[in-house]
């Protein structure tokens, strides 16, 4: 178990370099010169833009730039933006905590009312509240999740008044509400249909019938029988889903106005700061491998037959 | 409508949105509220974003930290709705016989925020430090005209001397701009951010200052919590006349013009710069009373790339033809849902020494008369134009109709070139790259006719990006540079724009508006004709 686990960490240094690096180039290719972006329409003004791509070491060759950038990085420094001379930390830690709290709330809400429908779906196959579930998971996979963002927006914010239509203070978690439904409102509808067809299809299984015959309380063979045998494929979506909820809510932060990490990685690629989309492509990298790792562990939990050497 | 969509999902508020649209009055509404008690002391919301840089007055050129800038301080001078020179912390701003010697005299009796005095010096320190390429502020070319620039600011390398020699203080409250050469209509260039004075505690720590800004202006800065919002709050001892109606403003933080759209229709803030493009349409209906429409001095062109062998050696007989197939009026209607006026010249409403019809008949719609003078000037080359653009902002449409327009009344085919930003959009025309024509777009930099024509299409100049070049213009343009008077040097870039009918270096299209409301808190909200909204004047309801 250790060593698979030491094994894994060690993996993820040449997907680390690959990743940077590729983002590295790619930024680089895109058309539009950052530091002459800076003055909008207007004419940039040469000695400037010769100042600031020095200091931002935006003159030297690409590769003695990468392996600055790198070199910084193993020493916590992501670098300055380009424009405002502001230090990339700072950037990414101030918007972190705040896609961390809306993406937890995103999670534990398709989590909890995920599995919960599933479970519920899954144990009366056919029945109404099946075919209930299953329509409403459809609708909201097929429905674009910016068109309910704006239409929890128009209802809830401007017509009915409960809340404001964005939120006013990133770091309140109150407030973080509606925009963390909306965010969690697809992947529920995936774990939700996850669960259930796991259910439906474990629920005929032979243990499952040994359990019933052995005369053990319904509560307990949902519970510990059936629940734990049907997560494994709903583990690996929810793991994998928390790198998505951080750095994939692009969408959802711009409407409810959320100043996350998606909003920085857009503002970012729009402004060709090359050292703010590498640093946070850095950070939601080592998000998923660590998602993805722990997941890998999960199954061991959940299923005792899956052993790590 | 597509690019309304676009623009939801690509445009991050820009920073000088050029995508501006404008709308027809107000359509009844909810009034009523005129007789509300007003609070003195109300704060006023105003939906901007993060500003780029550190808060400091020469390095602030985009929109989010001009609109904070300009309300903690006041310059020498302002202009007024007819793009009159005013005077604000200056008694006088007066040249020489040649405009070239122009001495500043100083209100007495002026004060920063931390009680120290506004003197010449405060003036003339902030813009010989500002100058300095070390000191890297991004408007340090705004002082080029002084002599000695060139010594602090050369092309390359580092500043040859600390003071440029045209500034020069005769006393606490006078100081004299000695020019390179003379230009009447330099006290409009001061109206700019980085003429404002800076307090000498600024120059021990630049980047302190810029975190927590003193100024010298209606309201004084009260705190900057980084991506949220910006306070600022009354300064009780303004010396100036536009004193502050309420107790202050509070600049939140957006990253979206949609987001903070539907905050306004809820009175979650009470103004902003701009209504999202997706909601031109509607924002009258979801307003009444409280949109606001106003006249924004900018306007759109599309302009030929004159270093193209396409337009290289054209007769000006086909630009002209290409101009007069395009209906201006109907895609205004359709497109932009009425909120443009058709240009009928090259320099924007609200700026002085604006003339109607200075493109006469070549601007209007005359699908006969353009197929007949692009047959005359012997066809466009290749018989096919492209309209280069850039798509994170909504142009598409217009783009389309305008060619659509082109290709109906003159059989010549056109098509759309779209980039993916502005900043690829940028890059092409700088390295000269575009392959036809390109969408240009100029929002005045000072309300000044020759602004919109020296600046733009003289030989050489940085706003030339089509290569376009005629000695004519050029010597008219000096000539009005040349004049005695402002008005003089108006008059004589009048001449010069009419001289434009000769060349077309670019095809009028539209004047911008800029389109606004204001929340139920506040009673009424202005903006000036660079699109800034007012806000000394506006008066906060109680709650």
Same mark, same amino acid.
């Given at each position: 178990?250790?060593?698979?686990?030491?094994?894994?960490?060690?993996?993820?240094?040449?997907?680390?370099?690959?990743?940077?690096?590729?983002?590295?180039?790619?930024?680089?290719?895109?058309?539009?010169?950052?530091?002459?972006?800076?003055?909008?329409?207007?004419?940039?003004?040469?000695?400037?833009?010769?100042?600031?791509?020095?200091?931002?070491?935006?003159?030297?060759?690409? *590769?003695?730039?990468?392996?600055?950038?790198?070199?910084?990085?193993?020493?916590?420094?992501?670098?300055?933006?380009?424009?405002?001379?502001?230090?990339?930390?700072?950037?990414?830690?101030?918007?972190?905590?705040?896609?961390?709290?809306?993406?937890?709330?995103?999670?534990?809400?398709?989590?909890?009312?995920?599995?919960?429908?599933?479970?519920?779906?899954?144990?009366?196959?056919?029945?109404?509240?099946?075919?209930?579930?299953?329509?409403?998971?459809?609708?909201?996979?097929?429905?674009?999740?910016?068109?309910?963002?704006?239409?929890?927006?128009?209802?809830?914010?401007?017509?009915?008044?409960?809340?404001? +239509?964005?939120?006013?203070?990133?770091?309140?978690?109150?407030?973080?509400?509606?925009?963390?439904?909306?965010?969690?409102?697809?992947?529920?509808?995936?774990?939700?249909?996850?669960?259930?067809?796991?259910?439906?299809?474990?629920?005929?299984?032979?243990?499952?019938?040994?359990?019933?015959?052995?005369?053990?309380?319904?509560?307990?063979?949902?519970?510990?029988?059936?629940?734990? /045998?049907?997560?494994?494929?709903?583990?690996?979506?929810?793991?994998?889903?928390?790198?998505?909820?951080?750095?994939?809510?692009?969408?959802?932060?711009?409407?409810?106005?959320?100043?996350?990490?998606?909003?920085?990685?857009?503002?970012?690629?729009?402004?060709?700061?090359?050292?703010?989309?590498?640093?946070?492509?850095?950070?939601?990298?080592?998000?998923?491998?660590?998602?993805?790792?722990?997941?890998?562990?999960?199954?061991?939990?959940?299923?005792?037959?899956?052993?790590?050497? | 409508?597509?690019?309304?969509?676009?623009?939801?999902?690509?445009?991050?508020?820009?920073?000088?949105?050029?995508?501006?649209?404008?709308?027809?009055?107000?359509?009844?509404?909810?009034?009523?509220?005129?007789?509300?008690?007003?609070?003195?002391?109300?704060?006023?919301?105003?939906?901007?974003? =993060?500003?780029?840089?550190?808060?400091?007055?020469?390095?602030?050129?985009?929109?989010?930290?001009?609109?904070?800038?300009?309300?903690?301080?006041?310059?020498?001078?302002?202009?007024?709705?007819?793009?009159?020179?005013?005077? =604000?912390?200056?008694?006088?701003?007066?040249?020489?016989?040649?405009?070239?010697?122009?001495?500043?005299?100083?209100?007495?009796?002026?004060?920063?925020?931390? !009680?120290?005095?506004?003197?010449?010096?405060?003036?003339?320190?902030?813009?010989?430090?500002?100058?300095?390429?070390?000191?890297?502020?991004?408007?340090?070319?705004?002082?080029?005209?002084?002599?000695?620039?060139?010594?602090?600011?050369?092309?390359?390398?580092?500043?040859?001397?600390?003071?440029?020699? !045209?500034?020069?203080?005769?006393?606490?409250?006078?100081?004299?701009?000695?020019?390179?050469?003379?230009?009447?209509?330099?006290?409009?260039?001061?109206?700019?951010?980085?003429?404002?004075?800076?307090?000498?505690?600024?120059?021990?720590?630049?980047?302190?200052?810029? =975190?927590? +800004?003193?100024?010298?202006?209606?309201?004084?800065?009260?705190?900057?919590?980084?991506?949220?919002?910006?306070?600022?709050?009354? /300064?009780?001892?303004?010396?100036?006349?536009?004193?502050?109606?309420?107790?202050?403003?509070?600049?939140?933080?957006?990253?979206?013009?949609?987001?903070?759209?539907?905050?306004?229709?809820?009175?979650?803030?009470?103004?902003?710069?701009?209504?999202?493009?997706?909601?031109?349409?509607?924002?009258?209906?979801?307003?009444?009373?409280?949109?606001?429409?106003?006249?924004?001095?900018?306007?759109?062109?599309?302009?030929?790339?004159?270093?193209?062998?396409?337009?290289?050696?054209?007769?000006?007989?086909?630009?002209?033809?290409?101009?007069?197939?395009?209906?201006?009026?109907?895609?205004?209607?359709?497109?932009?849902?009425?909120?443009?006026?058709?240009?009928?010249? *090259?320099?924007?409403?609200?700026?002085?020494?604006?003339?109607?019809?200075?493109?006469?008949?070549?601007?209007?719609?005359?699908?006969?008369?353009?197929?007949?003078?692009?047959?005359?000037?012997?066809?466009?080359?290749?018989?096919?134009?492209?309209?280069?653009?850039?798509?994170?902002?909504?142009?598409?449409?217009?783009?389309?109709?305008?060619?659509?327009?082109?290709?109906?009344?003159?059989?010549?085919?056109?098509?759309?070139?779209?980039?993916?930003?502005?900043?690829?959009?940028?890059?092409?025309?700088?390295?000269?790259?575009?392959?036809?024509?390109?969408?240009?777009?100029?929002?005045?930099?000072?309300?000044?006719?020759?602004?919109?024509?020296?600046?733009?299409?003289?030989?050489?100049?940085?706003?030339?990006?089509?290569?376009?070049?005629?000695?004519?213009?050029?010597?008219?343009?000096?000539?009005?540079?040349?004049?005695?008077?402002?008005?003089?040097?108006?008059?004589?870039?009048?001449?010069?724009?009419?001289?434009?009918?000769?060349?077309?270096?670019?095809?009028?299209?539209?004047?911008?508006?800029?389109?606004?409301?204001?929340?139920?808190?506040?009673?009424?909200?202005?903006?000036?004709?660079?699109?800034?909204?007012?806000?000394?004047?506006?008066?906060?309801?109680?709650?």
């Amino acid at each position: 178990m250790g060593r698979y686990v030491a094994r894994r960490l060690l993996q993820m240094i040449p997907v680390f370099i690959g990743t940077t690096l590729l983002i590295f180039l790619m930024v680089n290719v895109l058309p539009g010169d950052p530091v002459a972006a800076l003055w909008g329409d207007k004419p940039p003004d040469p000695a400037q833009v010769a100042q600031i791509k020095h200091d931002r070491g935006l003159d030297l060759p690409l *590769w003695q730039q990468y392996l600055h950038y790198m070199w910084g990085l193993l020493q916590g420094d992501f670098g300055n933006t380009i424009a405002g001379n502001r230090p990339i930390l700072d950037e990414i830690t101030a918007a972190l905590p705040v896609s961390a709290r809306l993406a937890a709330m995103a999670w534990t809400f398709e989590l909890v009312v995920g599995i919960a429908l599933g479970v519920i779906a899954g144990i009366r196959r056919g029945r109404i509240i099946d075919n209930s579930v299953t329509l409403f998971t459809l609708l909201v996979i097929s429905v674009p999740i910016f068109v309910f963002g704006l239409l929890f927006q128009l209802l809830f914010g401007n017509q009915l008044g409960w809340v404001t +239509p964005t939120v006013q203070n990133s770091e309140d978690m109150a407030q973080l509400l509606m925009p963390a439904l909306v965010l969690g409102l697809v992947g529920l509808a995936y774990v939700a249909r996850l669960t259930r067809t796991s259910i439906a299809e474990n629920i005929k299984a032979d243990y499952m019938r040994t359990a019933v015959a052995k005369g053990l309380p319904r509560r307990r063979i949902v519970s510990r029988h059936l629940l734990r /045998n049907s997560l494994i494929p709903v583990v690996t979506y929810l793991g994998t889903d928390i790198g998505t909820l951080m750095g994939g809510a692009v969408v959802t932060e711009g409407i409810f106005n959320v100043t996350g990490v998606g909003n920085l990685l857009f503002q970012a690629l729009a402004r060709r700061e090359g050292a703010v989309i590498v640093g946070i492509v850095t950070v939601m990298v080592l998000v998923y491998l660590l998602a993805s790792l722990l997941v890998d562990l999960l199954y061991a939990v959940l299923d005792p037959r899956i052993r790590y050497a | 409508m597509r690019g309304a969509k676009s623009a939801k999902w690509v445009a991050i508020a820009a920073v000088v949105a050029l995508g501006a649209t404008a709308c027809g009055g107000g359509s009844g509404g909810d009034s009523g509220d005129k007789d509300r008690a007003i609070d003195k002391n109300g704060i006023v919301s105003y939906a901007n974003g =993060e500003p780029q840089n550190a808060l400091q007055p020469a390095n602030t050129m985009e929109a989010y930290g001009s609109v904070v800038i300009d309300s903690l301080w006041t310059g020498l001078v302002h202009y007024d709705e007819d793009g009159n020179i005013t005077y =604000e912390n200056a008694e006088s701003v007066e040249p020489d016989k040649d405009n070239k010697v122009w001495t500043v005299k100083l209100k007495k009796g002026w004060k920063f925020h931390n !009680g120290e005095e506004v003197t010449s010096k405060s003036y003339v320190d902030a813009w010989n430090w500002a100058a300095n390429p070390a000191n890297g502020q991004q408007n340090s070319s705004w002082y080029r005209d002084i002599e000695g620039y060139d010594e602090v600011h050369p092309e390359k390398g580092k500043a040859k001397s600390e003071k440029m020699s !045209g500034l020069k203080v005769v006393d606490d409250h006078t100081f004299t701009i000695t020019l390179k050469s003379g230009i009447p209509y330099y006290a409009y260039k001061l109206v700019y951010t980085p003429f404002y004075p800076l307090p000498s505690g600024f120059f021990e720590d630049p980047k302190a200052y810029g =975190e927590k +800004p003193v100024g010298n202006g209606a309201y004084k800065f009260k705190s900057w919590d980084h991506k949220k919002s910006i306070k600022v709050v009354r /300064n009780d001892d303004y010396a100036g006349e536009d004193k502050a109606k309420n107790g202050g403003i509070d600049f939140k933080a957006y990253t979206k013009d949609t987001a903070a759209y539907a905050d306004l229709k809820s009175d979650n803030v009470d103004s902003m710069p701009i209504v999202p493009n997706s909601e031109v349409a509607n924002f009258k209906q979801d307003f009444g009373d409280r949109a606001i429409e106003m006249d924004y001095s900018a306007i759109n062109t599309i302009n030929p790339a004159f270093y193209t062998k396409q337009w290289k050696d054209i007769d000006v007989k086909v630009l002209q033809g290409l101009s007069m197939a395009i209906d201006r009026d109907t895609i205004a209607k359709t497109v932009f849902n009425g909120t443009r006026d058709s240009a009928t010249g *090259w320099v924007a409403k609200g700026v002085k020494g604006y003339q109607q019809d200075a493109c006469g008949k070549f601007c209007k719609y005359d699908p006969k008369a353009a197929a007949k003078l692009i047959k005359e000037g012997g066809g466009v080359p290749g018989n096919k134009i492209s309209i280069q653009y850039n798509a994170d902002q909504p142009h598409k449409d217009w783009v389309v109709a305008v060619c659509n327009s082109i290709t109906k009344a003159t059989k010549v085919k056109c098509v759309e070139d779209a980039v993916t930003d502005f900043a690829a959009d940028t890059e092409i025309r700088d390295k000269k790259q575009v392959k036809s024509i390109y969408r240009s777009g100029w929002v005045l930099d000072y309300p000044f006719n020759g602004n919109f024509l020296a600046d733009l299409y003289g030989t050489g100049v940085d706003g030339n990006k089509g290569g376009f070049s005629d000695p004519e213009f050029d010597k008219l343009a000096k000539a009005a540079d040349g004049a005695k008077t402002v008005d003089e040097s108006a008059k004589l870039y009048g001449e010069a724009e009419k001289q434009l009918v000769n060349t077309f270096p670019g095809i009028p299209l539209w004047y911008n508006k800029t389109l606004s409301a204001h929340s139920n808190n506040v009673k009424s909200l202005k903006f000036d004709q660079a699109g800034d909204p007012i806000f000394t004047d506006v008066e906060v309801f109680k709650k």
